[in-house]
């Protein structure tokens, strides 16, 4: 990945190239922002930059010819560690970040805007919450301990720290409040209020906007992407190219939140108990993070549900299906009973990743939604 690579964030791309060029760049950067906006990439960016050994005098990118820059094409720079969520598994013989990396630089190398439930479905864990294990610190811990590989730069990139195990980020800490010599940390966030205090007090934050409607319609475009439904996507995506991707592709987990969502709807509606009680077992049976990837995705449904009963198109953001729901569901969204709705779905989501019984949790849901429903 290059700057030039990195859809928009030109304010960033600057300020990263200046600070480093000037030699001001601090031994830990955390990069935050919302999902789709160029976390990562900017990270990886970033990092081949450092790490490049022949950059020209001027200019703000890597050469692309020098050994290190033909090693980060495949991502396997030594002297560049990954730590991310992993569910270790014995009998697969994957316990740790580096015996899930060849799994990580397929994603990686195939989507750098990729997302959390893209990566869970990459390792094929859909019933596990992944996590960073402690163990993770001690093993970066001795690999700092050698020398560079190639006598330059050392990086870590950390992603969703917020995800470390305390006993983890504890250690991880001594790192970064002594971080060995030409050694960078990027630490890349999705939800920074989730990290360790005090290691957020020992890191520069750089927050990262959304993306311009405009960047993304242009990088829809270099992709084959005509400008008219460019702008329709990225009016969907509201900011994320990793939104915009999904929405283009249509693919089988989109089309199934969708099919879910309007399965509860109408069984709530309908009050036939005994497919209600069926629905909630389907939905029991799936993974922790598909039950949180629905249940974002009924929220986000029953805002653009009530926002649709305002009749302005720009505030809409749903593709056609959705589009062709909502305009049947919205009427029974309404002021009477939508923040009451939305209150039970956000107490059912607390409710699923303290792993509360999902059968329990999905069919008291319907249950109180088939009054609402009707309270419209």
Not at 55 to 69: F, H, L, V
Not at 216 to 233: C, H, P, S, T
Not at 272 to 288: I, N, P, Y
Request: with cysteine; glycine share 6%.
């Amino acid at each position: 990945m290059r700057f030039e690579e990195i859809i928009g964030q030109e304010e960033v791309k600057r300020i990263l190239i200046s600070e480093a060029d000037g030699g001001r760049l601090p031994h830990a950067l955390l990069l935050t922002g919302p999902e789709g906006c160029g976390k990562m990439p900017m990270a990886l960016a970033l990092a081949r930059y450092l790490c490049c050994m022949a950059k020209p005098a001027e200019g703000d990118e890597a050469c692309g010819t020098c050994i290190s820059c033909r090693q980060w094409e495949q991502l396997i720079h030594p002297d560049v560690h990954f730590l991310f969520p992993i569910v270790a598994n014995k009998a697969r013989k994957k316990e740790n970040c580096d015996d899930w990396m060849p799994t990580w630089r397929e994603l990686l190398l195939k989507n750098p805007y990729f997302t959390y439930t893209d990566w869970i479905q990459q390792m094929e864990v859909e019933n596990s919450q992944p996590v960073i294990y402690t163990r993770e610190s001690d093993i970066i811990q001795r690999k700092l301990s050698l020398k560079s590989a190639q006598g330059g730069w050392r990086i870590v990139i950390i992603w969703l720290p917020e995800k470390m195990q305390e006993a983890g980020a504890n250690k991880m800490l001594k790192l970064l409040e002594e971080p060995p010599a030409h050694t960078a940390f990027l630490l890349v966030s999705e939800e920074p209020q989730k990290i360790l205090g005090t290691i957020l007090s020992r890191v520069q934050r750089i927050s990262m906007a959304r993306l311009k409607g405009e960047d993304i319609i242009n990088a829809l475009y270099r992709m084959g992407i005509d400008k008219e439904e460019g702008k329709l996507v990225a009016h969907i995506a509201n900011g994320s190219y990793a939104k915009a991707l999904a929405t283009i592709t249509t693919g089988e987990e989109s089309s199934a939140l969708f099919q879910q969502f309007t399965s509860l709807m109408r069984l709530a509606w309908s009050r036939k108990v005994k497919e209600m009680k069926a629905w909630s077992e389907g939905m029991a049976d799936l993974g922790r993070e598909r039950q949180k990837d629905f249940l974002q995705y009924a929220q986000r449904m029953i805002r653009e549900s009530f926002t649709a009963n305002l009749h302005q198109a720009e505030l809409n953001y749903m593709n056609a299906e959705e589009q062709q729901f909502t305009s049947r569901f919205a009427p029974f969204v309404s002021e009477r009973n939508a923040l009451d709705i939305m209150n039970e779905l956000q107490e059912a989501q607390i409710h699923i990743e303290q792993n509360v019984n999902a059968k329990m949790v999905f069919f008291d849901l319907i249950l109180q939604l088939t009054v609402l429903i009707k309270n419209h």
